[in-house]
């Protein structure tokens, strides 16, 4: 039988949804989808993931059969909007506000898809009938699930999740270069070399770097990616600072004061340098043209982490996060109407 996984496409979390998706389910197939695409139908057979989306934000006029949907996904907007309520059924699945959707997504599929350390053999888990074998959330917190260091990094800096500084520095690995399958093979591995392995690579010249505190091996791929990616967010964080410092601005909006940057590639790291109480702003805000209409993102400020920015990108026809979230739309609601000469002070 069939099995399609509709995967978000525009960054990291998703990606590693796809790859986490192609080890488990080797002959499915995968299609990505971003909210500037145009919406697709819901397939017509067999069972269908969809991984780090909303369903409503890809179906075009055409029912969805619950039975064989399986919903993964974090961002708070969604899991509100499809509650039991409004539809009147459960979508299957596995959902957690907090919690990015490749570290769901490798649980899941881990789990169910889960083999007896002794034998070898498929244990058979229904998480299903069973979601007791899924981890809840504090767990993610605290760390206590088993899984690659590489989703982990990249589900922290989704969530913006700072305590491991990694996390961004990973980020900046992962976009200096385009990653080959075998590369994502490598960074998914759960086979982890021997100390008397780990040594031997120590004694011929290997990077300690790739090493971490207690003595683990990270992996070669990972530990080059974090050995590119610092060198990388060096120099971004002085263009940042360059940019914030020269082209933003303050402006008051839906009853909030934001850090504003009209930039194409922002996020709430562009606005570090100037992101202190001083500057006198609730949250972040940035916008920009692709030629087709307007994308504005809204992000928390370090010191206004209570605000639930959701709210305002959900009543714009957006979503997302309480802390990272944002709409599209035909012009900013922010600026002054076109043509009527006033200036956005």
């Known amino acids: 039988m069939k099995t399609t996984v509709i995967y978000h496409s525009a960054d990291y979390d998703g990606l590693f949804c796809r790859e986490i998706a192609r080890k488990f389910l080797p002959d499915a197939e995968l299609i990505g989808w971003d909210f500037k695409d145009p919406k697709i139908p819901f397939p017509s057979e067999g069972t269908v993931y969809i991984l780090d989306l909303s369903p409503d934000c890809i179906f075009e006029q055409s029912p969805i059969d619950s039975q064989r949907l399986i919903w993964i996904d974090h961002h708070k907007s969604s899991i509100e909007k499809w509650t039991p309520d409004i539809m009147a059924c459960v979508i299957p699945g596995y959902r957690i506000d907090g919690v990015a959707a490749c570290r769901l997504a490798w649980q899941w599929f881990a789990e169910s898809m889960a083999t007896s350390p002794d034998t070898g053999e498929p244990i058979r888990r229904d998480v299903l009938a069973s979601p007791n ?100 967010e060096k120099y971004a964080h002085k263009e940042n600072e360059s940019l914030v410092k020269y082209r933003s601005y303050l402006l008051q909006w839906e009853g909030l004061k934001f850090l504003t940057l009209n930039t194409a590639r922002c996020n709430s790291i562009t606005f570090a340098a100037k992101d202190v109480p001083e500057t006198g702003h609730d949250a972040l805000l940035g916008y920009y043209f692709d030629g087709k209409g307007w994308n504005v993102s809204l992000y928390h400020a370090k010191h206004r982490t209570d605000l639930d920015l959701s709210a305002v990108a959900v009543k714009r026809g957006g979503g997302g996060h309480q802390g990272a979230c944002g709409f599209r739309c035909e012009y900013p609601p922010f600026l002054p109407a076109p043509g009527s000469g006033c200036a956005v002070a």
């Open 133 to 232: 074998y899924l981890p809840p959330k504090q767990d993610y917190i605290d760390r206590k699930v088993s899984e690659p260091l590489a989703v982990r990094l990249a589900g922290e800096y989704d969530i913006w999740d700072k305590r491991d500084p990694r996390s961004e520095t990973f980020q900046y690995g992962l976009r200096s270069r385009e990653l080959s399958d075998c590369d994502w093979r490598q960074m998914l591995s759960t086979e982890k070399p021997s100390i008397d392995e780990v040594e031997k690579l120590i004694e011929t010249g290997f990077d300690k770097h790739l090493l971490e505190p207690d003595g683990t091996f990270v992996g070669a791929i990972v530990g080059g990616l974090l050995e590119v990616g610092g060198h990388l």
